[in-house]
């Protein structure tokens, strides 16, 4: 049997890289070889990287809801990484190619097209995102996470598959955990993330509540990139982070509770590894409301807690994570009994029913 060749491509956010790690162990089992499309400075290439894995550069505008002077030029980037999209996967030759979306990939899935190579897309959030609408007419296949999801895409394409999820994830250790947090009192632990970028809302409602919410908890607070607060570094019971990696299965193994933001890939992450869990969704004044959407279905399927932004106050904080922690139990259950589970498998068999039969 010949080897298979697939391209992945996706960036602008780690919510789009970490999903493709997820499926290349399954990948090279299956005898693929890998190689990854993104830009020359997208939080992608560092991650691809430093797993080892050969990395193309493009040329890719992103795409705004918003007005900005770069709206005139950004068109010119995204046709310029098409054609430089076309070149590679003509070289290359890729059986297929993986997208996870985010703005350096619509040139990617363009390309791959024009050289009528399959392209199976995953869509995270229940409603498609600006790059995965304008991929949709290019791709064969596009996985899905939320069983809502389905109703965004055309029936032939769409596939609810779940998201995948990293394997180390689940090999977590709580005395790892507590030896890296150096806890001395046991309490129930609260682990914050506010994702790769940190939530500056979410940072400032738990340092403003620090001295109540110490009382009852441990608290891991992952506060996003130059988001450390200097005041806080020697507080018994509390310890911070900008951002962690190795660190994160050894965390969540150890979390009592989580407080989170509501992107896809930590929700579905939170599910897989039953941690109850309060969500506190960017508002839609600051994004398209996706993780609105994705917070009310968690909360409707009795998996999550949910705070909006504007309700979010030191009050509502603290009484929820109470509410919470006295009713871990029942979510747990509810976490329990979900079929939504870890979508890795899913997407490999996707995969492999699309990709060109040489």
């Not at 499926?23 to 890998?34: F, Q, V």
Request: glycine share 8%; aromatic share 6%.
């Amino acid at each position: 049997m010949g080897r298979r060749k697939i391209m992945l491509t996706g960036g602008g956010t780690a919510g789009h890289v970490t999903p493709n790690l997820a499926l290349i162990p399954g990948l090279k089992e299956l005898g693929y070889d890998i190689e990854y499309i993104g830009t020359a400075d997208g939080i992608e290439r560092k991650i691809i990287e430093e797993n080892n894995i050969k990395y193309h550069i493009i040329s890719s505008g992103k795409l705004r809801r918003y007005f900005d002077l770069k709206n005139f030029s950004d068109p010119f980037k995204v046709i310029k990484g098409v054609w430089q999209a076309v070149s590679i996967i003509k070289k290359q030759k890729p059986d297929i190619v993986f997208s996870k979306g985010g703005f350096v990939a619509v040139p990617v899935v363009i390309g791959a097209s024009l050289n009528k190579v399959p392209v199976v897309a995953h869509e995270s959030d229940i409603t498609p995102g600006l790059a995965n609408r304008l991929s949709i007419p290019y791709c064969t296949k596009i996985c899905v996470t939320f069983p809502e999801s389905l109703e965004h895409v055309k029936k032939s394409k769409g596939v609810l598959t779940g998201t995948p999820i990293r394997k180390e994830l689940f090999e977590g250790s709580k005395l790892t955990a507590m030896k890296i947090c150096n806890f001395k009192e046991s309490k129930p632990i609260l682990m914050v993330i506010g994702g790769s970028l940190g939530s500056k809302v979410i940072n400032d409602a738990v340092r403003n509540n620090i001295n109540s919410l110490l009382l009852k908890y441990n608290i891991i607070h992952i506060c996003g990139k130059k988001n450390l607060d200097e005041k806080l570094e020697n507080r018994n019971g509390y310890v911070q982070f900008e951002y962690v990696d190795a660190e994160l299965p050894h965390f969540l193994a150890a979390a009592d509770l989580v407080l989170s933001r509501a992107g896809a890939n930590v929700l579905f992450e939170l599910l897989a590894l039953k941690k109850p869990n309060i969500l506190i969704p960017l508002s839609a004044k600051s994004s398209r409301g996706d993780q609105i959407l994705n917070a009310a279905s968690f909360e409707k399927s009795g998996y999550s807690m949910v705070i909006q932004e504007e309700q979010l106050n030191d009050q509502t904080l603290k009484n929820k994570l109470d509410e919470l922690y006295d009713n871990r139990n029942k979510y747990v259950k509810n976490m329990n009994s979900s079929n939504l589970n870890n979508g890795v498998e899913n997407i490999l068999k996707v995969i492999e029913e699309t990709r060109v039969k040489r």
